[in-house]
């Protein structure tokens, strides 16, 4: 039925894995999406099937088991996930990024430890640069590592670890002052560190626990933690690259296709929003016809559909120009900018179209209210991508007088 957010140019093998994982998403996930984040219950039937997939290796290359396919096709399928229920693509998002950090950083030993078991879903990684005291301002984290031998030792509290209790690999970005001399800019001071542990609450491996799960307003079945690194000993050679000081610019190149993944959900939440609100829109009768005849609902649709559509083209270009090898910030900062935005707008007009019955549980958009302002903050920020692309344009503008 979907007339809208179709993209062109896809490969058979692109259409084929798209509308498998569509059909996965109407059959396993929208049915059951509802109840099971009413009762904040993590979605393991759903994680299995996904699994099966191969979802969790669509981007990890064929030589380590994965499909070794592009970040468009990635976002797409994230898109038509995320239109069932976005706490799923929040559980494959930070997995991904993982994923892809290891595949552009890390030595030949990491990828080979870690890659296959990742593709196959058995390790399943989280990733955490923000702390009780910041996340905007990366640059500001306090957790330090220290070196001991051929070991470091961590310490510090990391906080809003989507995944945190469920995974077995988190890429923690710390503080680590070793051959960086005092005076060091901060970005050049910290390293990403590969904590393998055991999935679970409390303390899941000798010097790190994971205290339990934050209660949210929203992204619910997905469980969001915080992390506390207390004399947490991780040996050398898990050091992402092998190299200390490189971990700020990882972990950037990580949320830069993280972008492209959230510009993707919110894509996908709009989606549903526009089903939802067209659908209602023509069974609900008003003053002797459909809502959806008035013309003040049809100007709604109008420019819902719109929206979806736009922010739909944003994300396919952000994930094709970085496909193409090209730098990509502007175009993600720009996708997930437009993207989180319309989709909280799509989301809001399809519960006004719904009136008093948007405001009841029984009603999906109801669930999509409470998750659309998630994609406002993850990956950055209105704010902190209005500062990246304006920077950018500045450098591609520059004054030439
Ligand atoms: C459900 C959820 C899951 C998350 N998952 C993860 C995860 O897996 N890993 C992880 O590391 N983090 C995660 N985060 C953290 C997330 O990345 C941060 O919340 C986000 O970056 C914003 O940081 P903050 O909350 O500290 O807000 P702050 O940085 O304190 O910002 C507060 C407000 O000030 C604005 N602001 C800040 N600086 C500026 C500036 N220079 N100019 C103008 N305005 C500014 C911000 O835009 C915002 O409106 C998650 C957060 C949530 C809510």
Not at 281 to 287: I, K, P, V
Request: glycine share 12%; net charge negative.
């Amino acid at each position: 039925m979907a007339r809208l957010a179709q993209t062109h140019g896809l490969t058979d093998v692109q259409q084929e894995i798209l509308a498998t994982v569509r059909d996965f998403v109407d059959k396993e996930i929208i049915p059951v999406a509802t109840e099971l984040e009413h009762r904040d219950e993590y979605p393991q039937q759903i994680v299995d099937g996904l699994k099966e997939l191969g979802v969790f290796g669509l981007m990890i290359p064929e030589e380590y088991g994965g499909l070794g396919e592009s970040l468009l096709t990635y976002a797409l399928c994230v898109e038509e996930i995320a239109r069932g229920w976005m706490s799923v693509s929040g559980i494959i998002n930070t997995h991904f990024i993982v994923a892809y950090m290891l595949k552009q950083h890390g030595t030949q030993e990491q990828k080979e430890h870690f890659l296959p078991r990742m593709a196959a879903g058995e390790t399943r990684g989280a990733f955490s640069m923000s702390e009780p005291g910041l996340g905007s301002d990366v640059s500001a984290i306090t957790s330090k590592a220290v070196k001991d031998g051929d070991e470091y030792v961590l310490n510090g509290q990391k906080m809003w670890l989507t995944n945190g209790g469920t995974s077995t690999l988190v890429a923690v970005l710390v503080r680590s002052d070793e051959g960086h001399p005092e005076g060091t800019a901060p970005h050049k001071s910290m390293t990403t560190f590969l904590v393998e542990k055991e999935p679970g609450f409390g303390e899941v491996r000798p010097g790190l626990t994971i205290p339990g799960k934050i209660d949210k307003m929203g992204y619910k079945g997905v469980d969001t933690t915080e992390l506390i690194m207390d004399g947490l000993r991780i040996p050398a050679n898990r050091v992402l690259g092998g190299v200390t000081g490189r971990g700020f610019y990882q972990m950037m190149d990580g949320v830069e296709v993280g972008r492209v993944n959230v510009a993707a959900r919110g894509c996908g939440v709009a989606q549903r929003a526009f089903e939802l609100g067209v659908s209602y829109a023509q069974q609900r009768h008003t003053f002797g016809k459909a809502i959806a005849q008035h013309q003040a609902i049809q100007f709604k649709l109008a420019e819902m559909a719109t929206k979806v559509e736009a922010a739909h083209a944003m994300m396919v270009n952000a994930a094709r120009k970085k496909d193409s090898g090209e730098r990509n910030d502007l175009e993600a900062g720009m996708a997930k900018y437009l993207a989180s935005e319309y989709c909280k707008e799509v989301v809001e007009d399809a519960f006004r179209i719904h009136g008093g019955y948007g405001f009841s549980k029984e009603y999906e958009i109801e669930r999509l209210y409470r998750e659309a302002p998630m994609l406002l903050i993850g990956e950055g920020t209105a704010e902190i991508q209005k500062m990246i692309i304006g920077r950018r344009l500045l450098e591609e503008y520059r004054f030439q007088g």
